[in-house]
């Protein structure tokens, strides 16, 4: 190791058989080392006695960073301890991005790799993390919610499995919940999930659970947990995420169970329904609304115009026709494979730069703005509302003043503002318009997603639902 010069390096999961050679190697030849005081304490005997010790507490890594930077420019070999790995939450991005910053001529840098908590973690569970994954942390310290909550959204909809650090602490316990509510709008609540704590130290404990069942309460600052994609299952102790050398046999077999499966509880829904009179596309749309809700108050909130979700049907399924959300969750709830067959194109105006400056001209929200904007560029769209009443409003302001003659327009905000009143309008307003509408304050972004993608589905009721005239 040269002199001037800083090795960051990661000592694994807290147990010393699991540090590297390399790493050992450059603790025993260092001039000085640095690290928060727990991980010091772990490795301590593996440092020479004369070498120089710096440590701090939580919170402290700056501190740590500008102290090893000041002893390399003095020409001391320093290395900079993280636990797992340096490069994964931990020190390595935060020396390089001060060295980058600072005045440290002649000081160079390098980074030695440790095992990571999750590798720990997914070797315990035998073989979770086989196919795609990511890591996503739910500290928000450095990081906006909004930030992570896209990054969550993103992982859950591509199928990754994911690694969650830092999932809850004192005073940060709503997050995990948060997450939870997410994935499951686009996992089965069945999926498998590892829940490790203190991974690879002499504490640790480890527990399998699924993402419908686990308890975000009993997580804290020392867990990792670990999110099962769609393929992946239990097999006695352990939990595997296939890897694809089945694929073929096991996708047709997935996709037959599957289906058994949603029959089955389409069949369950339509059993405990209390009206037998439902038109078919509404029954489909319905369905579709109790099966994503699990909540049969629907029956009685959810309105349609006669043979709406059939015109969609035939409209969306002709090609190129195009969607407008109030909201990017509802563009999320979309199927896109379903988009991607039929070549649907969705909208959603709300982070447009030209809404803000409209809004502020005309006096109105940027849901309302974002709708008008729309509307003079899709006219034809099927208007899709699933969270702002205001948007709603508009197009039934639009209808009124036959201003718009859409495909058709799903009303399904959720709240307790302007909520009813705005599907009191859209009814009023629509006209020969078809329109869906959830009655009252219920709905919700899952929900306006849910009835398109029952419009884009509806040539497949008769085979999910056997021994019925839809």
Known sequence: MNKKHITVVGTGSGSVSSITP???????????????????????????????????????????????????????????????????????????????KGDYAGVTLSVLPGLSAFQVAAARFGAPISHDFCAISLSDLMTPWRVIEKRIR????????????????????????RLKELFIQYRDAGTPVGIARNA??????LRISTLGEFDPDSLDMFTIMLVGNSSTFLSGNSIVTPRGYFRNNDAEESVKVGQSIMIE??????????QGDHPPDKLWGLIHTIHTTA???????????????????????????EIVTDVTMVQSGLRKAAMQRYGIRSYCYLGDPRVADMA??????????????AAEEHPEALFVV????????????????RKLKPMGVIGAPVGFVHVEESKFRLKAACGDTPVAVIDGRKGGSSVAATIVNAAMSFDDAATMMPGRDV
């Open 22 to 100: 390399e790493v050992l190697q450059a603790l025993r030849t260092a001039d000085a080392v640095v690290g928060y005081n727990g991980y010091m304490r772990e490795i301590d005997t593996l440092i020479p006695e004369q070498v120089i010790r710096v440590s701090s507490g939580m919170t402290e890594e700056v501190d740590r960073a500008e102290s090893a930077l000041r002893l390399a420019a003095e020409g001391y070999r320093v290395v900079v301890v993280s636990s797992g790995d340096a490069g994964i939450y931990g020190m390595a991005p935060l020396i390089f991005e001060m060295h980058s």
């Open 154 to 177: 993103a992982a859950a909809g591509a199928d990754f499995v994911t690694a969650v650090y830092n999932p809850r602490s004192h005073g940060r316990y709503w997050q995990i919940h």
């Open 200 to 205: 690879g130290r002499e504490d640790e404990s």
């Open 265 to 274: 509880s389409f069949r369950t829904i339509v059993s405990q329904l209390r």
């Open 295 to 321: 909540d049969f108050e629907f029956e009685e909130l959810f309105y349609s115009t006669p043979g709406a979700l059939a015109s969609w049907h035939r409209q969306l399924t002709s090609g190129g026709a």
């Open 360 to 373: 502020a001209e005309h006096g109105m929200t940027r849901s309302q703005a974002a709708i008008r904007l």
């Open 386 to 401: 699933g969270n702002a009443p205001t948007a709603l409003i508009e197009l039934a302001d639009l209808l009124h003043r």
